[in-house]
Structure formats: C-alpha cells, structure tokens
C-alpha cells in the first residue's frame, strides 16, 4: 500500500502568501488603470469642451464686417480690453452669412473670470470660466502693433473700421492660453451702394 502524500502545512502557507501578493499587485494595476482611465477621459472631455469653445470665438469673430457708419444704430466695431462688439456674418444665434450685432465680453465674478457672448436680443451666453481677474483682448492694426482698445487712441490718422487681428488671453485648468484670430472681413468702411441706385 503506498503512501499518500499532501501538502504540508508549511507548503500551503507559502501559496497562500503568494497567491496573496499576486492579487493584491493586480488589485493594485488594476486600480492605477482605472485611473488612469478615468484621468484620460477627463482630460479629453475637457479638451473637447475647450475645442468647441475655441471653435466659437474664433467662427464668429473672424466674420467680423464694417457697418455703414452713417445709417442709425450702424453697429461700429468697438474694442475694449474687457470686451467688443460689432456686426458678424457667422453669429453663433443666427445662419451663417446673415449680419448680426453680436459682443464677446471678459466679465469678474466672485473671483472667477467669464468669458460670455452676447447676441442681437441681448442675451447673454456663459461659455467659459477660470479662477481670478485674469484674461484680456488685444487688437492688430496694418503695422504689426497690437493696442489694447480700438480704435487706437491718439493714433494721429483715422484707423480702418475693424482691426487686422483681436487676440484672446485667458487661462484653462490654471495654464495660459492665446487664441489670436484673424479677421478676414474688409477692415475698410464698406461702400454703400445705396446711394448710387437710381430708384
């Protein structure tokens, strides 16, 4: 008859001491993966919402038009360092290719920094926030200098109804960002053709 042999008890202790930290360094991959999961998609949550927000001060500023100044409430492009205003052919409340008044504004509020669009019924659209009074425009004119409202002051000569380019600085997940577009629309006081129709 033989012997049957078993584990000893020693033996048994062993493997459940390394199953044990075989589980536990699992547990612990598994649980690094899942965040690291959870970090990658809320970075590309936040980097699609900062795209989408991007893409909407860019769509609608670089449509920019001059108004004609001599008709009532003409929409002449105004810029301050906390805000503008003017007639855009892309407003984000409206078709494409329809002039509408529209305002992009810097607005402090409770420590935190808005930056809101208003459209033509006056509404007014949060589309992004960060902490602090940070964040200001800025506009280009034909020489490569950047002014911080428009038109220039004491520039000495009459400046083009629209600047050359407005750029954005802000500040997304604490890290500074620019956004510099530029206007495509004739920055030159549109002729009206009006005058000349023999009606």
Not at 51 to 59: A, D, G, K, Y
Not at 91 to 118: F, H, K, R
Not at 159 to 182: E, H, N, S, Y
Request: no cysteine; net charge negative; aromatic share 10%.
């Amino acid at each position: 008859m033989k012997n049957k042999q078993g584990f000893t008890l020693l033996e048994m202790l062993v493997v459940l001491l390394v199953v044990s930290l075989l589980t536990t360094l699992l547990m612990q991959g598994f649980a690094y993966i899942l965040q690291l999961r959870g970090r990658f998609l809320t970075q590309l949550s936040d980097l699609q919402q900062g795209t989408l927000q991007e893409h909407w001060f860019r769509s609608s500023t670089t449509a920019l038009v001059a108004d004609y100044p001599d008709i009532p409430n003409a929409n002449i492009f105004k810029g301050e360092t906390k805000q503008f205003q003017g007639l855009t052919l892309s407003a984000l409340d409206a078709d494409a290719g329809l002039p509408m008044p529209m305002a992009w504004q810097l607005v402090s509020q409770e420590g935190n920094t808005i930056l809101q669009y208003q459209h033509s019924s006056g509404e007014v659209w949060e589309v992004s926030r960060w902490l602090g009074d940070s964040g200001e425009f800025s506009y280009l004119d034909s020489t490569g200098t950047w002014y911080p409202t428009w038109p220039p002051q004491n520039l000495g000569i009459k400046p083009p109804q629209l600047p050359k380019a407005i750029m954005l600085t802000g500040l997304r997940r604490d890290l500074p960002f620019t956004w510099i577009v530029q206007l495509t629309g004739r920055d030159n006081t549109p002729i009206d053709f009006r005058l000349n129709l023999d009606l």
